[in-house]
Structures are given as structure tokens and as C-alpha cells.
């Protein structure tokens, strides 16, 4: 008679500490995500790094100069033929409504008439048009190049693979208003979100909450492939953690889109990287843009350049990088895009020492220098 009740109490003791202990550790879990949003990275850039208020203006009408206006529309009359981000980048919250309603493959309102097709309008894109953009790439050649300012005074910052900017804001800039991942960081990402270690998941929370208003999204096939679920990991993260970021997905890989450089330079590369496709997007919904962290040579300037301005990783033998960069010089020689290579004239140590005026005219000897 005493033996069973013991037992029973021994059960309900064990089970309510159980309870117990796996309260304190949702807690604790809630606590360490609300302490993340809580130390967001400071954006602010401290007064003494900030370029002179006008400098701004001047480097950007020198850019201004740079540009033929002839030249950038016949390059985007080509490129609008194969990327346009009512199809590319599309808000992933109207997935359901663009699986629901429309054709993937023509973009078409599935219940219109075949002889009076109607594209799909029920879906939309974060994108708007832009008059400067600036597309930066993850090259090493951005290390103590200073060209942080330069890059944070575009209209829109496009970066790809969700790179790490704070540490380096004086050469990279801190602001990214789109980044555009391949399927192998899309894993990575997924991945440390869902990870059971804390600091790898938090690590990665910050990196997506880096930029405020931040739009995330995908270059590859996504429609029926994994790409799909780990982009919802990454937006169910984003919505419990209240970060700004806003997800998007594209209707077709860019891969679809490799015919448009025969069209363009009469090169057709099996694998385009991210950088050129990403250029090739932006063509279509920005006037003037200057590319930053494009430079595939291992050396510059007798100094030896990493492929990464982060990692020490080598260089992807996918690529085409050296005819990818002869395209690029003769863009910027045709105008059609400001390639910016080596150091920036605004270093952001110097900002306060030089003049608007010694700034720029140091920037036309670069500029001269480069070309
Ligand atoms: C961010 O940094 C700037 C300059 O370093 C500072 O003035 C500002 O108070 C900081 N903001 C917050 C919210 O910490
Ligand atoms: C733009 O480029 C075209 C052809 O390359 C050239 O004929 C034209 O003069 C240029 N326009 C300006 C404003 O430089
Ligand atoms: C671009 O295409 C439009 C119409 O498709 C045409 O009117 C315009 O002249 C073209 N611009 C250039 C620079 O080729
Ligand atoms: C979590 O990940 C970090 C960074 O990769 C690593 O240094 C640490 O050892 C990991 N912790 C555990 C408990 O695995
Ligand atoms: C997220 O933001 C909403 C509204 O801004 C607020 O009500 C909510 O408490 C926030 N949640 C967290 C976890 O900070
Ligand atoms: C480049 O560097 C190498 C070794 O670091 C040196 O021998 C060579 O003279 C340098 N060349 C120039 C043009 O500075
Ligand atoms: C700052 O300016 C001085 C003099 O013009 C130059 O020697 C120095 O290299 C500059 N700093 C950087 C980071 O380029």
C-alpha cells in the first residue's frame, strides 16, 4: 500500500522538476534572442568618420560626368529582354499567391484566356527604380581601400551572400538595401538559424538584422526546389526576432538568363558569377552604377589581393573572372557603369583633413590613373 504511493509521488516529483527545468530553459532562450535585438549593431557612422556635407554632392556630380546616359539605356534595352524584378525579386510573402494564381514558367495569370494572356499582377516586388546604385562585390581589393563612404552615399546598396559589413564599414560601407544569396549560403544560413548551438544562431540573426529594411533574396530555381523551406526558415526567423529584413523570392533562376552576354559583349560564359548577374539585374532599375570589389587578379599594385575581404578562402574556379573583368573595364571605358578599383579618393581616416575640393581633384587623379 506505502510502496505504490511512493512511487507515484516519486513520478509526479520528477516530472514536475522536468516542467520546471524546461520552462527556465525556454526562458532563458527568449532572453538571449530578445538580447540580440536589443545590441542591433550601432549604424550611426561617428561624426569624424562622415565626408564634409558637400563632398557628397561633388563626387556624385563627377560621377554624373562619368556616365553616357546613350550608352546605359541601349545596355539596359538589352538586359530588360532577360532580367526584370517584377520576375526576380518578388515579395515571398505573395508566394502562395503566385503558386495559386499564376504560371511560373510564363508568368501568366493561369485563368486568362490563352489568345489574350494576362501577366501575373496579383504579386509584387520590394524594387523601385533608382538613380545610383551601388553593386558591391566581395573582393579582397575593398580591404583598406576606404571607399565606405563612397559606397553608403548611392541611393541603393546591392551586395551578394549576406557578407559581414560593420567590421569593415570604412572599406565596404554599412548599408545593404538588397543582397541576393546563392544556393550554397542559402544552406549556410538555414542551417545556423536552425542550429542547435547558440551562438552560431545568433551570430547569423545579427548578420540578417545587419541593415534596417534589409531585402533578402534567392538567385537560383526556388519554385519546387528546397530553396523554397529555407527561405521560410529564414522568414519565420525574421518575424520572431521583429528584424526589419523583408524576404523575396525569384519566379526562374538568373541561370536562365546566360544568353543575355552573347547578346552583350558576344561571350557566352557556361556559369556567370553572382556579380555579373547582379549588375545585369540592377541595369534594369537603376540609372548609374558604380561597382565596387570587382577585381579577380591575385596581386594590385604589387600587393597581394584576397579573393575575400573577409575570409581567406581561394577563388571559385567556376567563374570566367578574367574575361567577367575585361567586360566590366570596357563598360566603364563605354560609360555605362563607374568600375571603381583600388582605393577610393574619400578615405574615410581623411575625410576630415582634406577639402571637398582636394578630395575630388585627388579623385580625378585616380580616376585618371585608373584608365
Ligand atoms: C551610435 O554611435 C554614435 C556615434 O558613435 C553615438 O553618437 C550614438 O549615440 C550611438 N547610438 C546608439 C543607439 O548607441
Ligand atoms: C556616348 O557614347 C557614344 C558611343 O560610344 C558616343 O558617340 C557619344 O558621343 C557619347 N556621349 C557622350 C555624352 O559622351
Ligand atoms: C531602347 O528601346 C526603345 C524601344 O524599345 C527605343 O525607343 C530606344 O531608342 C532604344 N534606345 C536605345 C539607346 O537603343
Ligand atoms: C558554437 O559555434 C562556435 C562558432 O563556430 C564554436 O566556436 C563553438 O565551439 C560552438 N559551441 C558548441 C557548444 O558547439
Ligand atoms: C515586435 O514588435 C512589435 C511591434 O513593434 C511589438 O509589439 C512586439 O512586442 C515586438 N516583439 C519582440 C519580441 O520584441
Ligand atoms: C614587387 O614586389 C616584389 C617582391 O615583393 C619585388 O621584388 C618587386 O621589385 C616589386 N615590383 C615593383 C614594380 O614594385
Ligand atoms: C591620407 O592622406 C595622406 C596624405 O595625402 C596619405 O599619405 C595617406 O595614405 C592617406 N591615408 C590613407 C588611408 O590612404
Not at 564599414?169 to 549560403?185: A, P, Q
Not at 534596417?212 to 530553396?227: E, H, L, N, P, V
Not at 574575361?323 to 582605393?343: S, T
Request: hydrophobic share 40%.
Amino acid at each position: 500500500m506505502i510502496r505504490p504511493l511512493f512511487h507515484a509521488t516519486v513520478f509526479f516529483g520528477i516530472g514536475l522538476i522536468t516542467i520546471g527545468l524546461l520552462y527556465v530553459y525556454k526562458q532563458t532562450a527568449t532572453l538571449h534572442l530578445a538580447r540580440i535585438f536589443v545590441r542591433r549593431p550601432n549604424t550611426t557612422i561617428p561624426e569624424n568618420l562622415r565626408p564634409p556635407p558637400n563632398f557628397i554632392d561633388r563626387l556624385m556630380a563627377e560621377r554624373n560626368a562619368h556616365f553616357n546616359m546613350t550608352n546605359i539605356w541601349k545596355t539596359r534595352n538589352i538586359t530588360r529582354k532577360y532580367f526584370n524584378p517584377r520576375l526576380h525579386i518578388i515579395y515571398f510573402s505573395d508566394f502562395h499567391v503566385f503558386m495559386q494564381q499564376c504560371d511560373p514558367e510564363t508568368f501568366r495569370l493561369r485563368n486568362s484566356h490563352p489568345r489574350r494572356p494576362r501577366p501575373c499582377n496579383v504579386v509584387y516586388t520590394p524594387i523601385k527604380h533608382y538613380r545610383t546604385c551601388a553593386v558591391v562585390g566581395n573582393g579582397g581589393i575593398l580591404l583598406h581601400s576606404g571607399c565606405g563612404a563612397e559606397i553608403d552615399a548611392h541611393e541603393f546598396v546591392i551586395r551578394s551572400n549576406l557578407p559581414p559589413v560593420h567590421k569593415y564599414r570604412n572599406d565596404v560601407g554599412s548599408r545593404t538595401d538588397l543582397t541576393i544569396v546563392n544556393v550554397k549560403r542559402l544552406v549556410q544560413i538555414a542551417d545556423d538559424l536552425q542550429s542547435f548551438n547558440a551562438t552560431l544562431r545568433k551570430a547569423m540573426l545579427a548578420r540578417l538584422g545587419q541593415s534596417s529594411r534589409m531585402i533578402f533574396s534567392y538567385s537560383f530555381a526556388f519554385i519546387g526546389s528546397k530553396a523554397r523551406y529555407r527561405m521560410q526558415i529564414v522568414d519565420t526567423a525574421i518575424k520572431k526576432n521583429n528584424l526589419s529584413t523583408v524576404t523575396a523570392f525569384p519566379s526562374r533562376s538568373f541561370l536562365e538568363s546566360r544568353r543575355l552576354y552573347r547578346e552583350l559583349v558576344g561571350k557566352q560564359w557556361k556559369f556567370a558569377s553572382t556579380g555579373l548577374n547582379t549588375f545585369a539585374l540592377a541595369s534594369t532599375f537603376c540609372d548609374q552604377i558604380s561597382m565596387y570589389g570587382f577585381y579577380p587578379m591575385s596581386r594590385y599594385q604589387n600587393k597581394s589581393v584576397s579573393y575575400h575581404y573577409y575570409d581567406k578562402l581561394p577563388p571559385s574556379s567556376r567563374h570566367d573572372f578574367d574575361e567577367e573583368y575585361a567586360m566590366l573595364r570596357q563598360m566603364d571605358e563605354d560609360g555605362i557603369i563607374k568600375h571603381v578599383v583600388g582605393k577610393c579618393a574619400i578615405h574615410s581616416e581623411n575625410v576630415s583633413v582634406l577639402t571637398p575640393f582636394q578630395a575630388v581633384d585627388n579623385m580625378n587623379a585616380l580616376t585618371r590613373r585608373l584608365l
